[in-house]
């Protein structure tokens, strides 16, 4: 006698061909009339669920009572054919119910959001890697895909290509030729990373196809990084981009190589016709006389001189400069260097150059990476530019013997700074020593016009620490002053930094926040 099989008469129902199938490779919602046959085909199958699990409770309670019946193996290859056909209903009533999901209806505005979740924090632009989160999303589903592709070119006109990295350059310049293709018309930001593999600049057939590729669409470049870039490929870029970037606002030219060809290209002509370029970075072995840019349409500009002389260029040439963030490495003497629109100066590096620049409309200076014995050159430039109203200066070495004279002549320099910033290793009482209006020899009150102040404190700041401040808070709130020439205003806010909340401090502060209506607040870092 043939046994019954379980199998065959199970799963062949729940494998036969229904109007909805479509919807088992997909993630697009049921019609409102296929939900009807959709629910009926669920009903079914749990039905039958219902009975397999029913033949498979009979069996072992027939295997219990009959251990050791002739019929074992015949029921053992029942059992074993209920259990596989259990598993398959099981897996055919879960897809059923995938496509009555609520999640399927989203509208695709929803799913845009929802999908914008999944970049990383850190996300500047779809990477050529097809293991980034973009791309997998994209091969979830013909939904999703559609999304993605055609409803997101914001996403896809941020664009990085990292070729130092990169296993499979084909691979790039594929993924690079679909990320322009959905990207639409949309304006480009585009980050690429040269892999620096020629010395002598020559480049990789596919770094010169990427490049090519973009190349070809410069007249949607917005913002452009070209790391690494051999001096050779930025001037080949001559004959495609030249006159053909009108949309172009920022670019950054950084880490240019050294170059030891023999016909290395002396200048780089391809951004001298750029009618909006606004910002410009430069770094590496190639000084910006070099670039033919409207240096007059400049606002901002960031860079690394290897040179002071070449800084002086930029503030010569880009006479409508108002914000720049410099690195410089050594110093010439010479004449004062005018510059009248420049309104924010971030500098690193030889400050001794401060003694060259007249910048009569400055208002915030930040100087990073600053010993605190070459605060004297910060003192005579602020006594010579009183428009300065902001500075911030990050302090990393605390060699100096006379630190608090040369603090004491840097405030008494700032007459009138309203907001202060000290970052970095200095003593915390020092400076609210010179900043107590109460403490004893204090002719004259320093930073009369203070009104925000943001120190660097240690998270492990003992009780000795808190009241040093304190004290210095409530000495401000008084405008009773030795010298008559300034007033004293009331400091509205204080910012603490330290590597986590320093609890002793503010629990000395928090009756003065009250009184005082000072704003307290504590940023880790």
């Not at 973009?134 to 993605?148: E, F, K, N, T, Y």
Request: charged fraction near 20%; hydrophobic fraction near 40%; aromatic fraction near 8%.
């Amino acid at each position: 006698m043939t046994p019954f099989n379980y199998l065959d008469c199970f799963a062949s129902s729940a494998m036969a061909e229904v109007p909805f199938d479509h919807l088992f490779t997909s993630n697009y919602p049921a019609e409102d009339s296929e939900i009807p046959d959709i629910q009926i085909a669920l009903l079914e199958s749990r039905n039958r669920l219902r009975l397999l699990e029913g033949k498979l409770n009979e069996l072992e309670i027939e295997n219990d009572l009959h251990p050791l019946d002739e019929r074992a193996n015949e029921q053992y290859n029942s059992r074993a054919q209920l259990l596989l056909c259990r598993d398959q209903q099981r897996a055919h009533i879960t897809k059923l119910q995938s496509t009555l999901s609520s999640f399927r209806r989203l509208p695709p505005e929803i799913l845009l959001f929802i999908f914008s979740f999944a970049l990383p924090s850190w996300w500047k632009g779809v990477s050529m890697d097809p293991s980034s989160v973009i791309w997998r999303i994209s091969q979830v589903c013909g939904l999703w895909r559609a999304i993605v592709c055609e409803s997101m070119p914001h996403l896809w006109s941020s664009i990085e290509i990292d070729c130092v990295g990169a296993n499979e350059q084909n691979l790039t310049n594929t993924l690079l030729e679909l990320a322009l293709q959905r990207s639409g018309t949309r304006p480009l930001s585009i980050r690429f990373y040269f892999s620096r593999k020629d010395m002598s600049g020559v480049l990789p057939e596919s770094e010169k196809r990427c490049l090519t590729l973009l190349a070809n669409q410069s007249f949607r470049w917005e913002a452009v990084e070209l790391q690494y870039i051999p001096i050779a490929a930025l001037d080949s870029l001559s004959a495609t981009v030249k006159h053909r970037i009108p949309l172009l606002r920022w670019l950054v030219v950084a880490n240019i190589p050294v170059s030891h060809a023999a016909d290395t290209p002396s200048t780089a002509e391809a951004f001298q016709v750029a009618p909006q370029l606004r910002h410009f970075s430069l770094s590496g072995f190639f000084r910006p006389s070099r670039f033919y840019l409207p240096w007059l349409q400049l606002s901002s500009y960031t860079g690394s001189f290897r040179d002071f002389r070449d800084f002086l260029f930029v503030l010569e040439y880009a006479k409508n400069l108002n914000t720049c963030d410099v690195f410089l490495r050594n110093f010439h003497p010479g004449s004062r260097v005018d510059h009248l629109n420049m309104q924010t100066m971030h500098l690193r590096g030889q400050l001794v150059g401060l003694s060259r620049l007249h910048l009569p409309s400055l208002q915030t200076l930040v100087l990073d990476e600053l010993l605190l014995q070459d605060l004297s050159p910060v003192s005579t430039f602020l006594r010579r530019t009183p428009s300065v109203a902001s500075l911030e200066v990050y302090i990393f070495d605390t060699g100096a013997e006379n630190s608090i004279s040369l603090l004491s002549e840097v405030m008494h320099a700032c007459t009138n700074i309203n907001s202060l910033v000290l970052m970095g290793e200095y003593d915390i009482r020092s400076v609210c020593s010179l900043l107590d209006i109460s403490a004893p020899g204090q002719g004259r009150i320093l930073m009369p016009r203070l009104r925000h102040l943001s120190l660097s404190v240690l998270a492990t700041a003992d009780t000795e620490v808190a009241n040093i401040l304190g004290l210095m808070l409530e000495s401000r709130r008084y405008s009773i002053l030795h010298d008559v020439d300034h007033e004293c205003v009331l400091l509205s806010s204080l910012t603490l930094y330290s590597l986590r909340e320093p609890s002793v401090i503010l629990q000395r502060l928090k009756p003065i926040e009250e009184t005082l209506g000072l704003s307290v607040l504590v940023k880790t870092v």
